[in-house]
């Protein structure tokens, strides 16, 4: 699946992932490869990019949507901030 994720002054990710966990407003859901398709509201908290089933990397997000369309996810944040792995 390929991976954006994009605020209104630049591009903070953009690649293959094997999925990636977001923070919806009603609580965390998980995007995999060939999900069908969807458009969700996102609340303040920790996007999980998963690069593979062993390494992830995080970004923290103040909230935006997701759409997941044709296997790509784009995620478009108004803040968001890279963090250490954890």
């Known amino acids: ?13 953009s690649g293959e992932v094997y999925g990636v ?13 060939q999900h069908a398709p969807l458009v969700s509201a996102l609340g303040k908290g920790k996007v999980k990019v ?16 997701v759409e997941v369309l044709n296997n790509k996810a784009t995620v478009l944040v108004e803040g968001a901030v890279a963090l250490d792995n954890q």
């Open 50 to 65: 998963l690069k593979d089933k062993q390494s992830a990397s995080f970004y923290q997000i103040a909230g935006g949507f």
């Open 1 to 13: 699946m390929y991976l954006e994720i994009l605020t209104p002054e630049r591009k903070l990710y």
């Open 21 to 33: 966990q977001l923070p919806g407003t009603d609580g965390l859901f998980e995007v995999l490869d």
